[in-house]
């Protein structure tokens, strides 16, 4: 029974959220301040990825027990492999470029070993289009995974921010029609982090990221291939604020002669940390997702009119961000 699982997470993450300091000295697991886009004056633990990795496989080994389907074995295998390099990310730092390669032979491994992951087509509803990637599929997906993977940890900078948006991603997932309420014990995790995450007590780091950007995958991929009323367009709008943020940081950086991975202060977070409390910064995609979704799933606009009403928001917030901060720096 899963009050049995419910119960032994309860346990494990208050031993683990009342002893942070403890542990985090026992791993060496600090996020340092730098006084630049690190702005936070103490050291701080770095230890939601594994706490969270810790939830999950315990979620996983039940779910295997239990329901014992391969998906989940390969699912279980790649966050382990996945968790383990963000980890040393988060120590050690890999150059970026090197990560990015690492975690693209990675997914490709995850669609070739589990079909339910691997996407043959891409159904455009408004549009009524479909287009099959044939043999290219194998290659595609794991660069779709990968980009979201990439944007999401772009995404995650200031507090709550991350695990607020995985939240709504569930809901997202809800009102598709998709079955999420089994992943409920995992709770007990985002209850506890959102509490300590909120007192910058706890950041999520790499290695947490990257557990919930494979969850998010998994759960959005096989549910798009097994379902006949999800489409990319759905998707799009849920992976928006993360994805046109990495994109347009990546075209800023270029246009300035950066190099695209080069780290700085240009994320959108940054600039609306001008106007807002940067420990409630979050609150703004939180607002602009649930108002996107109210518009769509409860006063049924349309979904490409509502990216459209998206992209529109986001620029005008963000140019006038940008202004700003450039009238602040003059």
Request: proline share 3%; aromatic share 22%.
């Amino acid at each position: 029974m899963k009050i049995y699982l419910l119960l032994t997470l309860v346990i494990i993450n208050l031993t683990f959220f009342f002893n942070l300091n403890y542990f985090a000295k026992k791993l060496n697991l600090f996020d340092h301040p730098d006084n630049n886009r690190k702005i936070h004056n103490k050291l701080i633990p770095l230890l939601g990825g594994p706490i969270l990795f810790f939830n999950i496989s315990l979620f996983l080994i039940y779910e295997l027990l239990n329901v014992s389907t391969s998906n989940y074995i390969v699912l279980f295998l790649i966050v382990t492999v996945s968790f383990i390099i963000s980890l040393i990310n988060d120590k050690k730092n890999i150059d970026p470029k090197y990560r990015l390669i690492i975690f693209y032979i990675i997914f490709l491994l995850w669609v070739y070993l589990d079909e339910e992951m691997l996407i043959k087509n891409l159904y455009f509803n408004f549009l009524d289009l479909n287009i099959n990637l044939g043999k290219w599929s194998i290659l595609i997906t794991p660069l779709f995974i990968l980009i979201f993977f990439n944007a999401l940890n772009l995404f995650d900078g200031v507090n709550l921010q991350t695990i607020s948006y995985t939240l709504i991603y569930f809901l997202f997932l809800y009102l598709n029609k998709i079955p999420v309420a089994s992943y409920y014990p995992l709770g007990v995790f985002v209850i506890f982090f959102i509490f300590y995450n909120f007192k910058n007590r706890i950041f999520l780091g790499d290695s947490g990221v990257a557990i919930i950007a494979i969850i998010l995958s998994f759960l959005t991929i096989t549910n798009y291939n097994n379902s006949q009323e999800f489409f990319c367009e759905e998707i799009f709008f849920i992976m928006f604020l993360p994805g046109v943020d990495m994109v347009r940081l990546y075209f800023q950086r270029i246009l300035k002669g950066k190099h695209p991975f080069a780290a700085d202060n240009n994320h959108i977070h940054h600039y609306l940390s001008k106007f807002l409390k940067y420990k409630y910064v979050f609150t703004f995609q939180l607002f602009f997702y649930l108002m996107s979704i109210f518009s769509v799933y409860y006063l049924k606009i349309n979904t490409i009119h509502a990216l459209f009403s998206m992209f529109m928001i986001y620029v005008i917030v963000f140019i006038c961000c940008y202004r700003n901060r450039i009238i602040t720096e003059y």
